[in-house]
T-cell receptor, first 112, second 113 residues
Framework: DTEVTQTPKHLVMGMTNKKSLKCEQHMGHRAMYWYKQKAKKPPELMFV???????INESVPSRFSPECPNSSLLNLHLHALQPEDSALYLCASSRERNTEAFFGQGTRLTVV | GESVGLHLPTLSVQEGDNSIINCAYS??????FIWYKQESGKGPQFIIDIRSNMDKRQGQRVTVLLNKTVKHLSLQIAATQPGDSAVYFC????????????FGQGTELSVKP
């Protein structure tokens, strides 16, 4: 099983809403990542978790709040987003940092 | 600063031909490189990787070449098929920065039948 599962696939939210994106993997990977991707652009790293601890925060605004409840799950809590936050949000995992990373299919987020 | 870039933003090839996608990286400390394929509406799909102690690695129909002297990476696809049409990203991993993966700008490969 080399699958990273993200839910929901699509999300439309208002600027005053609170929502969460979820990511799950059962490959025993100990590193998990959140990336943001705009149309026609490469993925941009947001957060890295290693052994359930946040190891990298790429100066992401506090309206994005990551959480790693256990080694298989990664959440991204969203609050008071702006329309420019609309993007494809990708989750990835790898056995350790600096090893091959597998991506989920992403959540297409639209902020209205 | 750090950057991973591609020489060609778009590449159009005939079905059956070989494709070569190039990538330049600027950080000499990068020690691990990955090529990803991304189809429309999907997440990036791992194709092949290479570590800095190697200069060539082969997979099924794909070969990655690494030239550390000029900080250049390439992906060769043999006998390109219509299903290979996608955007291809190279990515470099920086061990000095927690192994974070930085993506290049991407090349869109279009295969003509």
């Amino acid at each position: 099983d080399t699958e990273v599962t993200q839910t929901p696939k699509h999300l439309v939210m208002g600027m005053t809403n609170k929502k969460s994106l979820k990511c799950e993997q059962h490959m025993g990977h100990r590193a998990m990542y959140w990336y943001k991707q705009k149309a026609k652009k490469p993925p941009e790293l947001m957060f890295v978790y290693s052994y359930e601890k946040l190891s990298i925060n790429e100066s992401v605004p506090s309206r994005f709040s990551p959480e790693c409840p256990n080694s298989s799950l990664l959440n991204l809590h969203l609050h008071a987003l702006q329309p420019e936050d609309s993007a494809l949000y990708l989750c990835a995992s790898s056995r350790e940092r600096n090893t091959e990373a597998f991506f989920g299919q992403g959540t297409r987020l639209t902020v209205v | 600063g750090e950057s991973v870039g591609l020489h060609l933003p778009t590449l159009s090839v005939q079905e059956g031909d070989n494709s070569i996608i190039n990538c330049a990286y600027s950080n000499s400390a990068s020690d691990y490189f990955i090529w990803y394929k991304q189809e429309s509406g999907k997440g990036p799909q791992f194709i092949i990787d290479i570590r800095s102690n190697m200069d060539k690695r082969q997979g099924q129909r794909v070969t990655v070449l690494l030239n550390k002297t000029v900080k250049h990476l390439s992906l060769q696809i043999a006998a390109t098929q219509p299903g290979d049409s996608a955007v291809y990203f190279c990515a470099e991993s920086l061990p000095t920065q927690g192994g974070k993966l930085i993506f290049g700008q991407g090349t869109e490969l279009s295969v003509k039948p």
